[in-house]
């Protein structure tokens, strides 16, 4: 499969079976941060579907990026269809590992599912410090709201992604709660926070 379809494989998945995730994941992030104005990144939108729930439930300008100028194409498309408040919701282009924004830009900072994929996680996390405001908070890493959704997903996935719950399984291996609060550390960010279970990967810290 080409890049093109994998990527339209991914949004066909995430508009169909993750669906459920992103109300709960918008919702967790909003709460857990306690930010709901000013400006917003997501690092590694996709089909942009988190964004567009983050501009949907809080007050926020959300940038939303990834380095995947075709998969921001299908984005748009996406969200014009879902009928996307685009005053609010500005796609853009650029890689985590090297933000196309200046220092104390944003007020919040979010990724989900993207981290995992970043060449060098250490300096994708400096990048999220260097463009967080004083005081702004950031939430990386990956989750699905709550149990119940990702047992959806779980059970509907095998027939698209027969493997992903290896992959899953793997990726926690990889990334222990541990391990997150190390890469953290390395990235010069002070107590972070680490949101570890069955449904939460996320390192959690304040600017
Ligand atoms: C599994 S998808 C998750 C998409 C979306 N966050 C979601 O939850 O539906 C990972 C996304 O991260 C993007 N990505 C991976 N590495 C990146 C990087 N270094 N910079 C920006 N985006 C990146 C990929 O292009 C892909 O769209």
Redesign the pocket.
């Known amino acids: 499969m080409n890049e093109e379809a994998k ?1 339209r494989q ?1 949004a066909e998945v ?1 508009k169909t079976i ?1 669906a459920p ?2 109300p709960a ?1 918008a919702r967790q992030i909003i709460n857990t941060l306690g930010i709901r104005q000013g400006m917003a990144l ?9 964004a567009y729930e983050l501009v949907k439930q809080s007050e926020l300008r959300v940038f939303a ?4 100028f075709k ?1 921001l194409v299908l984005a748009k498309e996406i969200l014009h269809e879902k009928g996307a408040d685009f005053y609010r919701l500005y796609l853009c282009c ?4 090297n933000l196309p924004f200046p220092n104390h830009t944003f007020d919040l900072v979010c ?4 981290f ?4 060098d996680k250490i300096k ?1 996390l400096k990048e999220v410090y260097r463009v967080l405001r004083p005081g702004g908070r950031a939430m990386i890493g ?1 989750g699905f709201g709550k149990k119940e959704i990702k047992e959806e997903i779980r059970v509907k996935i095998k027939t698209v992604y027969p493997d992903w719950e290896e992959r899953v399984a793997k990726r926690r291996r990889e990334f222990s709660q541990e391990k997150l609060y190390q890469l953290a550390l390395k990235a010069g960010i002070q107590n972070p926070t680490i949101i570890y279970d069955e449904v939460n990967m996320w390192i959690v810290f304040t600017k």
């Open positions: 990527i991914f995430a993750f995730a992103y994941v997501e690092v590694g939108t996709g089909p942009g579907l988190l990026l990834d380095n995947k998969a650029g890689n985590a590992l990724s989900r599912g993207s995992f994929f970043w060449q994708g990956g």
